[in-house]
Nanobody, 125 residues
Framework: QVQLVESGGGSVLAGESLTLSCAAS????????MAWFRQAPGKEREFVAG??????????DHSDSVKDRFNISRDDEKNTVDLQMSNLQPEDTAIYYC????????????????WGQGIQVTVSA
């Protein structure tokens, strides 16, 4: 059974940093795409960042709203994916979800097979 478990969420003040971690079990994601999505209250879930193996090497993608502040990385030995978030702003408040694909690639749509339960990040002004 494949499971994705997020950790590292919490409440911070604007300008502070947090690192989210997603621990995968049940299969290796070293050759698969993984991503972070988020859903703010009253809004649709949106793509935040993704990372994937490709024949040409590892690729990453970050949404425009976070690309200068967030960084996604992975540890294939630990089967984890981290999201380092800096200079957090109140608009980053959301439930953050880890997602994994059956294959490589990091679509910005919800075309991912496995999802974590989500973890709350709250940023106060």
């Amino acid at each position: 059974q494949v499971q994705l478990v997020e950790s590292g969420g919490g409440s911070v003040l604007a300008g502070e940093s947090l690192t989210l971690s997603c621990a995968a079990s049940g299969r290796s994601f070293s050759k698969s795409g993984m991503a972070w999505f988020r859903q703010a209250p009253g809004k649709e879930r949106e793509f935040v960042a993704g990372i994937s193996w490709t024949w040409s090497g590892t690729i990453t993608d970050h949404s425009d709203s976070v690309k200068d502040r967030f960084n996604i990385s992975r540890d294939d030995e630990k089967n984890t994916v981290d999201l380092q978030m800096s200079n957090l702003q109140p608009e980053d408040t959301a439930i953050y979800y880890c997602a994994g694909r059956l294959s490589s690639g990091i679509p910005r749509t919800e075309n991912y097979k496995w999802w974590g339960q989500g973890i709350q990040v709250t940023v106060s002004a």
